[in-house]
């Protein structure tokens, strides 16, 4: 048979924390600046509330609560070193 559901769900956390790690990478100094700076307290809360290990979600509430946080990923992203 094929892979089990937990073994795509733990692919899948993989992928999303390797895309992360692939973003934050490419960050500048002032890119690290600027997005602490962007912080409001609702996002704060959210990076309060969730693990390293509950990623997807976190990304989600991120995204929800300050949108522009996906414009400066897919820039980095795009734009990476």
């Known amino acids: 048979g094929g892979p089990s559901r ?11 924390h390797l895309l992360l790690r692939k973003v934050l990478h490419n ?4 890119e690290y ?3 602490l700076d962007m912080l409001n307290p609702s996002t704060r809360k959210s990076l309060g509330s969730f693990t390293r290990d509950e990623i ?8 929800i609560r300050q949108p522009s946080f996906m414009l400066l ?3 980095s992203f795009l734009l990476g070193k």
């Open 73 to 75: 990923t897919m820039r």
């Open 56 to 63: 997807g979600k976190l990304l989600f509430h991120i995204l």
């Open 27 to 30: 960050f500048t100094q002032a």
């Open 33 to 35: 600046v600027m997005l």
């Open 6 to 16: 937990e073994l795509r769900k733990l692919r899948g956390e993989l992928n999303r």
